[in-house]
Every structure is written in structure tokens, then in C-alpha cells.
């Protein structure tokens, strides 16, 4: 589950985390894989099954 | 809302490879931030510090109230919470002094060495029967040299008071008047014994009598009655002071300060009050009123 606001997104019940750079984020959630692009990516709050990003995001993309 | 956080650095090439070792511990992140190309800052829950530890991360810094409090129990810190503790919680279920309110030195001595030897010091508390027993042994001992006695307790002191015998007061009765010392406008009368031949508020002059010795009866016979008490009584009084040194910049102070030295020492000030400042003849003069409240009843042949 995504919960989008301005400058943050908050990902519930993900299972990995595959990129974490400050202009890119990836992560696999239900068999699929979601692409989160912007500036100045970091993350505010992890735990195991949510991650909270800060950031000026630019586009969401799922593949 | 968690109560502290642990700051925790570490450097790393692979952060995701971190990441993914630390959801496999349970454990949550906040703050997650970039310092340079390997180095990475983050604060964790105080409360998850024993996974904190099983994952050998170092602790840069903590905050939050629950650091405080885990830093109370370390050593030497621990000894002033000890104290503290000890202090606010302990001290206080027990006697460590006793205080005696009496007038008589030889029982009062004789009541610390009693008390000395029944509690001894850092007694716990007494509970109401034990200190019904101690009154019951202190007035039966004390019988013959005190008339009322109260024991109690108040925080950590154990107080003890008295009064003498009426038997041990010697009281004798004079057969004089009281007259007044000086002229006055009565204040108060606190007369034990006699007959009071003034008001409140009346005005009374050097050598009135204020108290008489002797009263009339309903036959119109005098009769002789002791006198005891005490008149007060607003008097007043002007004071002057000079001083010829002109340079002086304190001058006024200087004047005030020597009248204020020549004021009696057995009166009580009501008011005090600046007549006048002058130079006279190259004399600095400051002249002061004063209201006394005084004891004015004096005993006629004294």
C-alpha cells in the first residue's frame, strides 16, 4: 500500500528494498516492482514491513 | 511515540544490503540520512538497544528521557540516586533529633538523657500507642517539676514540651501603682492584677497613674490589691543631628544614621518621620519625629 503526500511516501507491507540512492528508490512489493524518482530521497522511518521517504518526488512507476 | 533514541554512524558500501539486514532484526530506523559516499546516520528506539547491540552497531549519542534515566543507574550516578532516594523515601520513617521546649535547664538535661537512652538514634518512627507511653513514663517522672507536657512528632524531630509547676514559680505580689514614665496615647493594656484607671487612645501624662493598687468596694472601703501588668503606649520623640562637614556628598544618610544609633533599644518604631533639613550656620541639621510604641508602666517607687 502507497499513501502519497507531497513530499513524502509512505509504503506499507514491502518485502525488499532493491535501489536507495538521493535521486532514485526501489523496492519489490507484491511481485512487483515500484520505481520512485526525485530529489533528495531519504528515509524518515523503516521498519520491517513500512518505510516512510522524504523527498521532492517526480514520478512513481510500477513494473 | 518512543522516549529516547540511540544516534548511531556507520559506513558502508552496500546500504540496501544493511537495510535488508536490519528488517531481518526487527529493527526500525528513523532519519535515515547520507553524510558523505559511506558514511550513514540514523536514530533507533532506545528500547531496541539489545538488537542495536546483537548487530555490534556503535552509539554515538542517546537523548531522550529514557537515556536519562538508563544514566541514573550507572556508576557514580547511581550513589546520588542512592542518596536521593534514601533521602526522600527512607530518612523520613525515622527519628534522628529531639527537641525539648521547656524553661527549666536541669529538665531539660534530664529529659535529653532520658530521651537519649529510649530511642536511640535513627529510631524508626514511634506509632501513637508508643508515644502514649512515653508521655504516660515522661509524667509520672516529671511529675513534681511539670504541669503540662506534650510529646509529638513532626517530619524526622521528636518534640517534647512543657511547662514548670505552677508550684516551682514564685510569684511575688507587689502593692504598688503603676505610673506612666512618659507623656503617651495608650495603645494597649495587658493588666494581670489591679485596678486600671486608663483607656485605650486616652492621652496620659509623665507621672499619671496607670494601674492603682487600691479599689473601693460596694461599702466604700478601700482595699489593697496586688498590681501587675503592663501598659503600651504610642510616645513620641524628636531627635536632632548636625554635621559641619559640607563636603560630604552622603550627608543626609550620615545624619540619619546617627540619629537612628541614638534611638532606644526596648521600644518598637511605628513611624518615623523627617521634620526638617537644613543648613544652619554652615551646619548641616536634620531633625527627626519618631512614634514609639513602648511599654510606659512603671512601678511607683522604681
Same mark, same amino acid.
Given at each position: 500500500m502507497l499513501c502519497i503526500q507531497k513530499n513524502r511516501i509512505l509504503i506499507k507491507?514491502?518485502?525488499?528494498?532493491i535501489t536507495l540512492e538521493s535521486t532514485i528508490f526501489e523496492c519489490k512489493m507484491n511481485q512487483q516492482i515500484i520505481s520512485i524518482k526525485g530529489?533528495?530521497?531519504?528515509?524518515r522511518y523503516y521498519s520491517q514491513d513500512e518505510i516512510m521517504l522524504m523527498g521532492e518526488f517526480t514520478s512513481i512507476i510500477f513494473s | 511515540m518512543n522516549l529516547g533514541y540511540d544516534y548511531i554512524v556507520i559506513e558502508t558500501n552496500d546500504i540496501v544490503s544493511f537495510l535488508k539486514e536490519t528488517k531481518k532484526h526487527q529493527l526500525t530506523l528513523f532519519h535515515?540520512?547520507?553524510?558523505?559516499a559511506l558514511r550513514y546516520s540514523f536514530y533507533v528506539p532506545i528500547y531496541q538497544r539489545y538488537i542495536t547491540s546483537s548487530m555490534h552497531l556503535p552509539i554515538q549519542k542517546s537523548i531522550g528521557l529514557l537515556h536519562y534515566l538508563f544514566l541514573i543507574f550507572k556508576f557514580p550516578q547511581i550513589i546520588f540516586t542512592l542518596a536521593f532516594i534514601s533521602t526522600l523515601f *527512607?530518612?523520613?520513617?525515622?527519628?534522628?533529633d529531639y527537641k525539648i521546649t521547656g524553661s527549666l535547664s536541669i529538665v531539660n538535661n534530664q529529659l535529653q538523657k532520658d530521651l537519649n537512652k529510649q530511642i536511640q538514634m535513627m529510631h524508626p518512627k514511634l506509632t501513637y500507642p508508643q508515644i502514649n507511653k512515653l508521655y504516660d513514663h515522661l509524667k509520672r517522672k516529671y511529675q513534681s517539676e511539670i504541669d503540662y507536657l506534650n510529646v509529638y512528632q513532626k517530619g524526622s524531630v521528636l518534640h517534647v514540651e512543657y511547662t514548670p509547676a505552677s508550684h516551682n514559680q514564685k510569684t511575688v505580689l507587689k502593692y504598688q501603682d503603676y505610673i506612666a514614665k512618659k507623656d503617651g496615647i495608650i495603645r494597649q493594656l495587658d493588666v494581670k492584677q489591679g485596678n486600671v484607671l486608663v483607656k485605650v487612645n486616652q492621652y496620659v501624662k509623665k507621672?499619671?497613674?496607670? *494601674?492603682?493598687h487600691q479599689i473601693e468596694d460596694t461599702k466604700q472601703q478601700i482595699k489593697m490589691i496586688p498590681t501587675l501588668g503592663s501598659v503600651e503606649a504610642y510616645t513620641y520623640q524628636y531627635i536632632e543631628a548636625s554635621s559641619s562637614?559640607?563636603?560630604?556628598?552622603d550627608i543626609f544618610a550620615y545624619l540619619l544614621f546617627k540619629i537612628r544609633s541614638q534611638l532606644p533599644k526596648d521600644v518598637k518604631i511605628d513611624r518615623e518621620k523627617v521634620l526638617s533639613y537644613d543648613i544652619i550656620e554652615k551646619k548641616y541639621v536634620l531633625k527627626m519625629q519618631y512614634v514609639f510604641i513602648e511599654n510606659i508602666a512603671i512601678r511607683e517607687d522604681s
Amino acid at each position: 500500500m502507497l499513501c502519497i503526500q507531497k513530499n513524502r511516501i509512505l509504503i506499507k507491507h514491502y518485502q525488499l528494498i532493491i535501489t536507495l540512492e538521493s535521486t532514485i528508490f526501489e523496492c519489490k512489493m507484491n511481485q512487483q516492482i515500484i520505481s520512485i524518482k526525485g530529489k533528495n530521497i531519504e528515509i524518515r522511518y523503516y521498519s520491517q514491513d513500512e518505510i516512510m521517504l522524504m523527498g521532492e518526488f517526480t514520478s512513481i512507476i510500477f513494473s | 511515540m518512543n522516549l529516547g533514541y540511540d544516534y548511531i554512524v556507520i559506513e558502508t558500501n552496500d546500504i540496501v544490503s544493511f537495510l535488508k539486514e536490519t528488517k531481518k532484526h526487527q529493527l526500525t530506523l528513523f532519519h535515515l540520512h547520507q553524510l558523505d559516499a559511506l558514511r550513514y546516520s540514523f536514530y533507533v528506539p532506545i528500547y531496541q538497544r539489545y538488537i542495536t547491540s546483537s548487530m555490534h552497531l556503535p552509539i554515538q549519542k542517546s537523548i531522550g528521557l529514557l537515556h536519562y534515566l538508563f544514566l541514573i543507574f550507572k556508576f557514580p550516578q547511581i550513589i546520588f540516586t542512592l542518596a536521593f532516594i534514601s533521602t526522600l523515601f *527512607i530518612l523520613p520513617h525515622y527519628i534522628y533529633d529531639y527537641k525539648i521546649t521547656g524553661s527549666l535547664s536541669i529538665v531539660n538535661n534530664q529529659l535529653q538523657k532520658d530521651l537519649n537512652k529510649q530511642i536511640q538514634m535513627m529510631h524508626p518512627k514511634l506509632t501513637y500507642p508508643q508515644i502514649n507511653k512515653l508521655y504516660d513514663h515522661l509524667k509520672r517522672k516529671y511529675q513534681s517539676e511539670i504541669d503540662y507536657l506534650n510529646v509529638y512528632q513532626k517530619g524526622s524531630v521528636l518534640h517534647v514540651e512543657y511547662t514548670p509547676a505552677s508550684h516551682n514559680q514564685k510569684t511575688v505580689l507587689k502593692y504598688q501603682d503603676y505610673i506612666a514614665k512618659k507623656d503617651g496615647i495608650i495603645r494597649q493594656l495587658d493588666v494581670k492584677q489591679g485596678n486600671v484607671l486608663v483607656k485605650v487612645n486616652q492621652y496620659v501624662k509623665k507621672g499619671d497613674v496607670l *494601674i492603682s493598687h487600691q479599689i473601693e468596694d460596694t461599702k466604700q472601703q478601700i482595699k489593697m490589691i496586688p498590681t501587675l501588668g503592663s501598659v503600651e503606649a504610642y510616645t513620641y520623640q524628636y531627635i536632632e543631628a548636625s554635621s559641619s562637614n559640607v563636603k560630604d556628598k552622603d550627608i543626609f544618610a550620615y545624619l540619619l544614621f546617627k540619629i537612628r544609633s541614638q534611638l532606644p533599644k526596648d521600644v518598637k518604631i511605628d513611624r518615623e518621620k523627617v521634620l526638617s533639613y537644613d543648613i544652619i550656620e554652615k551646619k548641616y541639621v536634620l531633625k527627626m519625629q519618631y512614634v514609639f510604641i513602648e511599654n510606659i508602666a512603671i512601678r511607683e517607687d522604681s
